[in-house]
């Protein structure tokens, strides 16, 4: 076998190979590029238009992929949210609780009373919906629902502005005991910055999901 | 999906060399030519404004006998539309239009 056939056939394999890793929607687009080839008479530009196909093919492949069609990523999502919603209704209903005076006994978390006590109504109602939208969010998650991007980024939204809300009362005393927890340990603040990124995280998954086309 | 505002410079060229005599189909490795793109840069543009409708694509009958059909390119209306506005634009630019180093880069 003489170099230039040599670089060919290398071209040849490479095509094929560029073929098989296109995703199906884009198959007529690999055709396209591998036909190409025998109109190309020098036999090194052949081998770099081969490698430049494969090139487009293993791009349009990354492109094609849902992050959710991969169960233990939808799974993770999932779980993800669920935390979030147990986290949402445990304040939603520990507050409202409180609020309407359902404890009998003491209340069992008494440092927070101050905070609950100017805490207004519409604060827990409205994290009980938040939180019942998570829930519904998890089901979308794991249908695959391209409105599961909504249904998490709402709610999650609501969240951080609730957030800000009970950060800027003063007399809430969130700021201080942020600080207090702060100076505790540096690195108290590490967690709600981790879940945070992690769930704007998976908002941008869901968002590429939505982008990418349902395979066929 | 609408393209950007403003495109690469490698979306440029390849408007640019479309824009050239456009009423006539062109090969991809033509298009490679004229825009000194290589294949890995040139398809996946040209599948993008093919997916936005700027793009028409058809197989071609090849000349020779024996040979396989090719695909050809062509702008459509709103593609030739979107060509003039952005190399309007590119021409306006501090750079201008700037070319393209062999390597498509």
């Keep these: 076998m003489t170099l230039q056939t040599a670089s060919r056939w290398l071209s040849k394999r490479l095509l094929s190979t560029a073929m098989r890793v296109s995703p199906l929607e884009r198959e007529e687009w690999a055709r396209a590029m591998s036909r190409e080839v025998d109109e190309i008479p020098s036999n090194r530009e052949a081998l770099t238009w081969a490698l430049g196909c494969l090139q487009a093919s293993c791009h349009e492949r990354l492109k094609s992929i849902r992050p959710t069609n991969f169960w233990p990523v939808r799974w993770g999502m999932a779980l993800w949210v669920a935390l979030l919603a147990v986290d949402t209704l445990f304040y939603a209903g520990i507050t409202l609780a409180y609020k309407l005076g359902l404890f009998t006994e003491h209340y069992p978390y008494p440092e927070n009373v101050p905070s609950l006590e100017v805490t207004p109504l519409w604060d827990p109602m409205l994290c009980l919906l938040t939180g019942g939208v998570f829930l519904w969010a998890i089901v979308l998650i794991l249908r695959r629902s391209r409105l599961a991007l909504q249904a998490v980024v709402v709610p999650f939204v609501v969240s951080l502005l609730l957030f800000a809300i009970r950060l800027v009362r003063p007399e809430s005393g969130y700021l201080e005991s942020l600080s207090i927890a702060y100076q505790k340990s540096h690195y108290a603040l590490m967690w709600p910055i981790a879940g945070l990124t992690f769930t704007i995280l998976i908002c941008l998954a869901l968002w590429r999901d939505r982008q990418t086309p349902a395979p066929r | ?105």
């Design chain 2, 1 to 105: 999906m609408p393209l950007a505002r403003k495109c690469s410079r490698q979306t440029l060229a390849v408007l640019a060399a479309s824009m050239q005599q456009p009423r006539s189909w062109k090969h991809g490795y033509e298009l490679s030519k004229g825009t000194g793109l290589k294949s890995g840069t040139l398809y996946p543009i040209l599948i993008r404004l093919s997916d936005q409708g700027f793009l028409d694509s058809r197989w071609e009958e090849a000349e020779q006998p024996g040979r396989p059909p090719r695909h050809v390119y062509r702008l459509t209306a709103t593609g030739l539309a979107l060509a003039r506005e952005q190399l309007r634009v590119a021409a306006e630019s501090e750079f201008g239009l700037r070319p393209i180093k062999a390597g498509g880069r």
